[in-house]
């Protein structure tokens, strides 16, 4: 369920994300009733079983809802806004009724580690990494972009209009310099080891920094900047950020 919006007097229109139609809207008819049978199984980013039948128009008709068991995205300000990227980001990747490859594995998988991390940002921050690989944009984060020298144990500029880090002969004078840590930990993203990464102690400075590089690598391919971005970064002031 990436989206909602209220409807007439009591209907609501949904936006899904489908394992296999891609992104489907549909209206779930009185929903917004309090007796309705579809209003309590339809929460925002829940994970639902869903019916739907043809509509007129557009849009399909929800017939049927139920809840799947797991992951329960509430509570603060700050979950609730990765949570929203998350819907936008995986909304913007995905045409109508068409799927993209791995994109609904990789929402359900977002927002079940979202509703259990302690740290909102790092689940976020994984779901970015793996969403740039599948669209194809993943930043190069072994060899400089410019020359395809490995890269040294060190700090290193970040361009996203190249597409990953520049070495000492390539970067720019004055490129502000990612630290070893943050690229190491992208490298260990990059690889999908889920298990190690959930382990990993990442403060504030480093957790800012990553996001900072896949943020920069998101928006420079996306035509519109995410406004779920803005809001996150309006209400958590990031460290400088490592862009180019
Ligand atoms: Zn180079």
Redesign the pocket.
């Known amino acids: 369920m990436l989206r909602k919006l209220d409807y007439g007097e009591a209907d609501r229109i949904f936006t899904l994300l489908t394992r296999t139609h891609g992104k489907v809207g549909a209206i779930a008819k009185g929903a917004r009733r309090p007796e309705s049978k579809l209003g309590p199984s339809l929460e925002l980013y829940g994970h639902v079983d869903v019916l739907l039948a043809k509509g007129r128009g557009d849009l399909d008709v929800v017939a049927q809802v139920q809840r799947v068991p797991g992951y329960r995205i509430e509570g603060d300000m700050e979950r609730m806004a990765h949570a929203a990227l998350i819907a936008e980001l995986s909304e913007r990747v995905c045409e109508d009724r068409h799927p993209v490859d791995g994109v609904y594995e990789l929402a359900v998988l977002s927002l079940d580690e979202l509703s259990r991390e302690s740290d909102p940002r790092r689940a976020s921050a994984y779901f970015l990494m793996t969403a740039l690989d599948l669209l194809g944009y993943a930043p190069q984060l072994s060899a ?6 490995a890269l040294e144990a060190k700090p290193a500029a970040f361009s996203a209009e190249a597409g990953g880090f ?2 000492e ?2 970067a720019l004078p004055g490129m502000p310099l990612v630290p070893l840590a943050t690229i190491k930990v992208l490298r260990l993203m990059a690889s999908g080891d889920l298990d190690t990464y959930r382990r990993l102690k990442l403060d504030a400075t480093l957790m800012g920094s990553i996001e900072g590089v896949l943020t920069a690598q998101l928006e420079h391919h996306l035509d519109r900047r995410l406004k779920s971005l803005q809001f996150i970064h309006a209400m958590v002031p990031s460290p400088r950020r490592g862009e180019g």
Do not use: A, F, T, Y
């Open positions: 400089c972009v410019s020359c395809e020298r520049l070495d002969r390539c």
